[in-house]
């Protein structure tokens, strides 16, 4: 009941702040620990298209500047950034990738009416809470799941599938909703192995593996390890399509892989649309500041871009009638058109395949809905 009085309230309080004419938009990842990496994509995605929006005269008349915080992927510190940027009177925040710091910052967004954009969490529940300050560019859980699993069935009917994942919550998630999917099919879930972060030898589940005799392999695990797994199973001989995430799809990955070794190896992440002038403006900006395009970079700025094109619609700040404007309109991004549903998620996302080639990663086609 307090965040539904708090959103009202906010009609007339919750805006952006402005500082000497300058606008403040929060943006809050894991800018340092194991997931730092996730944090500077999503950095640079707000700060080129706050760029973009600056040279074009800026918000509503008033030039844009950006509030970062670090949440280092935990949920307290994460809780005590959101109070930050309620005390700062910041009235937007995009972030935070990890979904337990996402789901503890939320309800402090929700409390106080201040419109959280969120550009990495997958966990469903986030969006479940009734909490009207929510709104996810990234995709669901579910959503992600059924995309992996879709492709793997299509490529491998009737196969034998292996199921690996780590510990976190949201692969633990992304592992129940694919066995959930792959149950209503005709391939058969050999195994589902369970290693933990931090983990560097998976002799004993290669083994596991080599006896099963899996058609393909899906991992649904963070990049360190995934690499790792992947690597050795090259290595031992267990020459198997291996499918994943976009934890795939960081340099990281394909350093630890080799780039000779990455031939049956295929992640499925957000489809982009190369052809749309939005998409081919981002691609050149990105590449003129030599940066790579990943996950984060993109669904940060479309982000950014969509909470831009809302305030220009209602002319406002103001969080109640941007948010009224995003449940109710669709907006041309370098994703493509986004809309959202009345609980905040995104409506049917597009999701590609990707695979490194020659030490380059190559969107290889969309995924058949």
């Not at 090259?234 to 291996?242: P, R, S, T």
């Not at 499918?243 to 489809?271: E, H, Q, R």
Request: proline share 4%; glycine share 8%; aromatic share 10%.
């Amino acid at each position: 009941m307090r965040a539904l009085a708090c959103f009202f309230i906010s009609l007339f309080l919750g805006m952006a702040t402005a500082h000497a004419g300058e606008i403040r938009l929060g943006v809050v990842g894991p800018m340092t620990g194991g997931s730092a990496a996730f944090g500077e994509q999503i950095k640079r995605g707000a700060q080129l298209a706050v760029d973009d929006i600056n040279a074009q005269g800026g918000l509503l008349g008033q030039k844009i500047e950006l509030y970062v915080q670090d949440d280092a992927c935990d949920p307290k510190q994460a809780r005590n950034v959101a109070a930050k940027m309620v005390n700062e009177k910041i009235g937007v925040v995009f972030g935070h990738w990890c979904t337990a710091a996402s789901m503890a910052a939320s309800e402090v967004y929700g409390e106080e009416g201040v419109l959280h954009m969120e550009v990495g969490a997958l966990a469903s529940e986030l969006t479940q809470r009734g909490i009207p300050t929510v709104f996810r560019v990234s995709a669901t859980d579910k959503a992600f799941a059924r995309a992996i699993g879709r492709y793997v069935v299509q490529h491998n009917p009737q196969g034998k599938i292996a199921v690996v994942t780590d510990k976190p919550a949201v692969t633990k998630a992304l592992t129940k909703y694919m066995q959930e999917f792959l149950a209503t099919t005709p391939n058969k879930v050999v195994t589902v192995e369970e290693i933990s972060g931090g983990d560097k030898d998976f002799s004993s589940i290669i083994d596991r593996l080599k006896n099963l005799k899996p058609d393909a392999i899906i991992c649904s695990c963070y990049t360190l390890e995934a690499g790792l797994l992947a690597r050795q199973l090259h290595e031992k001989g267990l020459n198997v399509f291996y499918y994943g995430w976009d934890t795939f799809n960081s340099p990281d990955f394909l350093n630890i892989v080799g780039k000779d070794n990455t031939g049956k190896i295929i992640s499925v992440d957000y489809a982009h649309p190369p052809q749309s002038t939005l998409y081919q403006q981002f691609y050149k900006e990105m590449k003129k500041r030599n940066w790579p395009i990943e996950t984060q970079t993109a669904l940060t700025y479309a982000a950014v871009k969509i909470y831009a094109d809302a305030v220009k619609a209602t002319n406002s700040f103001e969080v109640p009638k941007i948010a009224e404007i995003l449940r109710s309109q669709s907006f041309k991004t370098v994703l493509g058109d986004v809309r959202f549903e009345k609980n905040g998620d995104r409506i049917n996302p597009a999701f590609s395949t990707y695979q490194w080639v020659d030490g380059t990663l190559k969107e290889t086609g969309r995924i058949v809905q």
